[in-house]
């Protein structure tokens, strides 16, 4: 199938309708509420209400409204010693998910910044939104469709302040140590401000509140540096676990260490926005959600749609004053999936506010039939950067299916911000070159991508053995592929239209300007290094 045709429209979607195609103006999608298929958790929750004679009511009172506190970090995997990642020190966040409940199948729908943020701040797929290619619509004026908000514009309207806290910092300590980033780079415009304040002295007189902080120690550059001389302890580069996919080599170690000294500092950092809570007396009455914004900054991992660039750590925290739902259990583990649009409908819910009716995040912790377990978590990736491509995926509990739409297409396109920023993709680019990779970390650089994937996480959690020729796996093949085509049609998936030239020439520029030199200096770098050490 083509990426750019519209898949088959299965006989059961749509309570057997056909989905009703919207014409395209200008490269934007019409009204959300033009596809029945894009009437999302609310749709779903009003219709089981009415079929139960139950009101349309949120989990609490608004006398009794709890703060919400998300912490989100960037470009992190569950590397988190709660997780059991060998070498990873991270006491805060093992003492917040021994307190409060960790989940083990959090996903982000998407596998890069820009596209999952939309995501999460609107509970909607990117897919949906035409907000799926990497950094898209920053000069064109482009806006949410109709019926779709950012989740603060929910909770400004039900009396909460809003906040993106960027001044974090205590009096007299260090603005540079402690202060947060206020990331958030969605692929949209608003016309009016998201966030009532970007300052965390409001939040005190300001209750009930919801707030975002975002440190991006673990998002590579000037902060993963300076991350590196503040981790205590710092990881062991020979104790530490590397994917199969990678070479067992000093400087695949080194990068992972480093890595994990990121997410170390980053736990210090989670611990000081913790202090500044119980110092300001609002710990007892606020419900704190740690996450990440998608997978980890390596090779297969961001920007790619496996469980190395879509899991995140998810960590659910309710202050003693709270009352909790039913399906909270503190000091739990969670394996039901959950993926980063819910986060939106949850936290909307637990401050007593009902998910709106085109809400596609469903909410995993709440009371009553507005609960239900996903059987799938599904995500994708388009453009990144300069890096035309187009992949969706679906997983159960145990599987994940993969559909590479332009399986001609190799892995290891051209893409300067890697180039540059992956060391480890200039070794085993070099590696491939001298015929030494073998194995997994070789077929990353095979030709083209397979049409089809299908991995057995159980038995294999890197995803390194494709089972879709299995005959044994024919029946899962054929039931994930048919979820996936359905979910497709069922969110209008934008990504069958292709993006304009002209906009992926621009980011190829951009790209060049940003990334060129320095990318073939660490290719160089990289390899002055492996011989020398030969020599």
């Excluded at 033009?34 to 139950?54: H, N, T």
């Excluded at 609107?122 to 939104?129: D, K, N, V």
Aim: hydrophobic share 35%.
């Amino acid at each position: 199938m083509s990426p750019f045709s519209s898949p088959p429209v299965p006989d059961a979607v749509c309570s057997g309708e056909s989905v009703r195609r919207r014409p395209r103006v200008q490269g934007v999608a019409h009204s959300i509420r033009d596809v029945c298929g894009l009437v999302g958790w609310g749709g779903m929750l009003l219709a089981v209400q009415v079929a139960m004679g139950i009101a349309a009511t949120g989990t609490v009172s608004a006398e009794q409204r709890p703060n919400v506190l998300w912490i989100i970090t960037e470009d992190m995997g569950p590397e988190l010693s709660a997780y059991g990642t060998p070498e990873a020190s991270t006491p805060v966040l093992d003492d917040l998910a021994s307190r409060g409940m960790l989940f083990e199948r959090a996903f982000s729908v998407t596998p890069v910044c820009s596209t999952n943020r939309s995501s999460l701040m609107t509970g909607m797929y990117a897919f949906s939104i035409d907000a799926q290619n990497h950094r898209s619509h920053r000069n064109d004026d482009f806006h949410l469709p109709e019926g779709v908000h950012v989740i603060t514009d929910y909770f400004r309207d039900a009396g909460y302040l809003t906040a993106n806290v960027k001044q974090v910092a205590r009096q007299g300590d260090d603005p540079e140590l402690w202060n947060a980033g206020g990331k958030t780079d969605w692929n949209f415009q608003i016309d009016r401000e998201p966030f009532d304040t970007d300052d965390w002295s409001d939040l005190k007189s300001e209750q009930p509140f919801f707030a975002q902080i975002n440190f991006s120690e673990s998002h590579r550059g000037g902060h993963w540096r300076d991350a590196q001389t503040r981790a205590e302890p710092k990881a062991d580069p020979a104790k530490v676990k590397i994917p199969s996919y990678y070479p067992d080599h000093p400087l695949v170690r080194e990068d992972w260490a480093e890595y994990l000294n990121a997410i170390n500092v980053a736990d210090q950092r989670v611990g000081y926005v913790l202090d500044r809570l119980e110092e300001d007396g609002l710990a007892d009455d606020t419900i704190v959600m740690f996450f990440s914004d998608h997978g980890r900054a390596m090779v297969r991992g961001k920007q790619w749609p496996y469980d190395s660039g879509l899991q995140i750590p998810l960590i659910v925290h309710f202050g003693k004053n709270v009352q909790p739902p039913e399906n909270y259990h503190p000091g739990s583990r969670d394996g039901r999936l959950v993926t980063s649009i819910d986060l939106a409908a949850t936290a909307l819910h637990l401050a007593g506010i009902d998910p709106p009716m085109l809400m596609q995040g469903r909410v995993f912790l709440g009371d009553g039939p507005i609960v239900m377990d996903r059987p799938y978590a599904f995500a994708g990736r388009d453009r990144g950067d300069e890096t035309v491509d187009m992949i969706r995926t679906a997983r159960d509990k145990r599987y994940r299916y993969i559909r590479n739409y332009y399986p001609e297409r190799p892995y290891t396109q051209l893409n300067r911000y890697k180039r540059q920023s992956y060391p480890v993709l200039a070794l085993m680019g070099y590696l491939n070159e001298r015929g030494e990779l073998q194995g997994p970390p070789a077929r990353w650089f095979a030709p083209t991508k397979p049409a089809e994937e299908l991995y057995d996480t159980l038995e294999d959690p890197y995803e390194t053995v494709n089972l879709a020729d299995d005959p044994d796996h024919t029946a899962k093949l054929q039931e994930l592929r048919g979820v996936l085509e359905a979910w497709r049609v069922t969110i209008n998936d934008q990504g069958r239209f292709p993006e304009d030239p002209a906009i992926i020439e621009a980011s190829r520029q951009k790209m060049e300007r940003l990334h060129g030199a320095n990318g073939l200096r660490t290719i160089e770098q990289v390899r002055a290094r492996i011989d020398a050490e030969r020599n």
